[in-house]
């Protein structure tokens, strides 16, 4: 497909108070493009599109687990812009490390509801004006996607689904001239990734276990210009740090014998151990 060119076009980004989100709006409007910022709390929201521009960038509350909400912000953003041409789906959540007998359902669910569910009604309200400006749809997966998901069962269940959701309509949107990709991040250098791991005993001794090359991370800034340079070239796969994209194509040699290797490693079983002890402890989650 022809390079989409942003300036003059209209996008539309949740989870865009901070993070990967804020780094995609910022660089979305230097491109020229008009950007409606999502998020949770107004005042959040408003000085982060306020610190934009003025004239091209709102900022709108909504909650992703909730379908009118979202089709409040894309109604609103077409009748301030014109119209909506990019949308890309960001806001995310995880939880405290533990294992799936020890995380609380309740938090659990509200993973999945959040990166999956919030996902499809954030594409599922914005779709009609993309297919109809032939625009571009992006949705935010993750490495685990095609990584063992010990101890964020939840969070990597979601994020194999987006990716899933990604592919399809890549393949189901060609037939209109629209197109969507799916971006796929390693560790980003965000709030949610310091409260999440850092401030976690366990889940940095987790992280431990990888690789030392695959453990570095990235700038938020780094991964929203990922994002923005995917939609210009209508990439189906955005992948940062670009050393997981060979994790990636190999999936499904790595795939197993990672899941052989942390089945028998002692240390790995010994960390899930303590992981297993979590089970009625406060599991709150983090954005």
Known sequence: MARFQLAGKVALVTGAARGIGLATARALSARGASVTLVDLEQAAVAAAAAGIDHARAAGIAADVTD??????????????????????????????????????????????????????????????????????????????????GVGAVPYAMSKAAVEQLGRALRVELAQHGASASVAYFGFIDTEMVHRALDQDPLADQMLQTF??????RIPAQAAGEAIVSGIERRQPRIIRPRRWAAVSLLRGILGPLSDLQLERDERSQRLLQAIDARAGEDQPTTA
Do not use: C
């Open 67 to 148: 379908r009118g909400a979202m089709q409040h912000a894309v109604a609103a953003t077409v009748e301030r812009f014109g119209g909506l041409d990019v949308v890309v789906a960001n806001a995310g959540i995880t939880a405290r490390v533990a294992t799936f007998r020890a995380a609380s359902p309740e938090t659990s669910a509200r993973v999945l509801d959040v990166n999956l569910m919030g996902v499809w009604r954030t594409v599922d309200a914005a779709l009609p004006e993309v297919v109809r400006r032939q625009g571009h749809v992006v949705v935010i997966s993750s490495i685990y996607a095609f990584i063992n």
């Open 211 to 216: 690789p030392a090359p695959l453990r570095k």
